[in-house]
């Protein structure tokens, strides 16, 4: 049947396994254990702490199994079966993956990444267990498991698609452990303790990002949450010695522009330090490995203030990211200059120094305001326009309009002093956290103004009302 494997393969994929568990049960258990955290615990009254536990680790054991297999003569024959499968045989010898990233396909690597794939399984993980701890081999593969996997890699090789997704833990972040479907295709997810203990275990990268004895934000401890997106992409089959250059990198700049855009969102939507992480690449496809990279602009300061997201917050910050969304997709001018805003803003949020917090939010509210108000060589006095058009938009009522308008009048002479070199004291420092604030205020308000389709803000008219 097209689209599936031979029956023979299948019973073959089965052999493996069932002889890589036999295998297992001879091994020294520290050969293929690590020590992974098991729950939360208290310390003391003021701090935290992990209780741990060796578990069996899936890629030492496939490793392990590997090497056994491949030093014993009737190997050779059990590989032939799967070689002989028109869908594998149809990739075996080539570079197979996507414009992110490539790989040489040879039967080893296929029957490695299946093992790994089997062992990562919450059944495979539960048979590895028995096997190693227990010493007892009388349980015969989980036939769910395997069933499952095999599908996968049915689908994986019939495909001329490729799924990918990207995830970053949110630092400096707290979050009930809910989900909130940002984008058809971009997710937030609240992650409790039980969660970031199964995502810790299983994953090779999360562990080395988030040690379990790390520094301040570097350890389990401060998992909360993350973002994740999912891309589908063409699958590319190059043949061996014709392989051209790998596209550059499209699928990643588009994920790390969405996880970007959740991010700019959060900040625009409420105060706190909250930053992406490390970066995750992974893909149930056995053409890919998974990939870990860093972002020169993330991390987050251990001096901000911790973000926080209620249920309350979950639709605005939906209609957030849509607006961000909307107003990438336009090249009008007005657009443009909204968007550097909101890039400012949400950089401020995370400048240790109060005094480039300070730099970021006036650029962002000149962008904001200023860019649309008129022509540029007879805007006149830049401090005064810029005031009091923060203050007739933002203002309901006089004395609002008074305090907006010597708040924002009072930053721009905290830039000025800035610029040349001065420091700030803590009253002035107080006042960049208020101006940030009122800066977020007019970026949400015209953002909003965008999604509605509605007409750029005629500033000079505005102070006339």
Request: proline share 5%; charged share 25%; glycine share 4%.
């Amino acid at each position: 049947m097209p689209g599936t494997f031979a029956k023979g393969t299948v019973e073959t994929f089965r052999l493996l396994v069932d002889r890589s568990l036999e295998h297992l049960v001879n091994l020294d258990k520290s050969m293929v254990s690590l020590r992974t955290p098991d729950r939360i615990v208290s310390l003391s009254a003021s701090s935290i702490g992990w209780d741990s536990e060796i578990e069996p680790d899936p890629a030492a054991a496939a490793s392990q199994c590997w090497l056994m297999l491949n030093g014993q003569s009737d190997f050779a024959e059990l590989k032939k079966d799967i070689e002989a499968d028109p869908l594998i045989a149809s990739h075996l010898g080539n570079t197979v993956g996507t414009e992110l990233q490539t790989e040489h396909i040879s039967l080893e690597k296929v029957l490695n990444r299946f093992l790994l794939d089997y062992f990562k399984s919450e059944q495979g993980r539960a048979a590895l267990a028995h096997v190693v701890f227990d010493k007892n081999r009388s349980a015969v593969p989980e036939e769910a498991a395997l069933s499952k996997i095999v599908s996968q890699y049915e689908r994986a090789f019939d495909s001329d698609r490729v799924s990918v997704e990207f995830f970053t833990i949110l630092e400096g972040f707290r979050m009930e452990p809910l989900q909130v479907q940002l984008e058809s295709n971009l997710l937030l997810e609240g992650l409790d303790t039980k969660a970031v203990v199964a995502l810790w275990n299983s994953d090779k990268g999360v562990r080395e990002s988030f040690p379990l004895w790390g520094f301040y934000n570097k350890s389990p401890q401060q998992i909360h949450g993350r973002l994740k997106v999912h891309i589908e992409t063409q699958k590319l089959v190059f043949s061996t010695g014709s392989q051209p250059e790998p596209t550059p990198k499209s699928v990643e700049i588009e994920a790390i522009n969405s996880l970007a855009l959740a991010t700019d969102a959060l900040r625009l939507l409420k105060p706190g330090a909250v930053s992406m992480g490390p970066i995750f690449a992974r893909s149930n496809s056995p053409f890919l490995c998974p990939r870990t990279f860093f972002l020169p602009w993330v991390g987050s300061s251990p001096y901000g203030e911790p973000y926080s997201l209620d249920t309350a917050d979950f639709e605005p910050l939906t209609s957030v990211v849509s607006a961000i969304r909307s107003a990438r997709q336009t090249s009008k001018k007005q657009q443009k200059a909204l968007l550097l805003a909101v890039d400012r803003i949400s950089r401020s949020s995370v400048r240790i120094r109060k005094e480039d917090a300070l730099l970021d939010v006036m650029i962002a509210l000149e962008a904001l305001v200023l860019s649309g108000a008129g022509d540029p060589t007879i805007r006149g006095e830049l401090r005064f326009r810029l005031s009091l058009y923060v203050a007739r938009f933002l203002a309901r009522n006089r004395g609002e309009r008074e305090r907006l308008y010597k708040l924002v009048r009072k930053a721009y002479d905290l830039r000025s002093k800035v610029v040349h070199g001065d420091t700030l004291d803590e009253q002035e420092k107080a006042t960049v956290i208020e101006v940030v604030n009122v800066a977020r205020q007019v970026a949400l308000a015209l953002l909003k103004r965008t999604s509605a389709n509605e007409p750029p803000i005629n500033w000079d008219s505005l102070t006339l009302q």
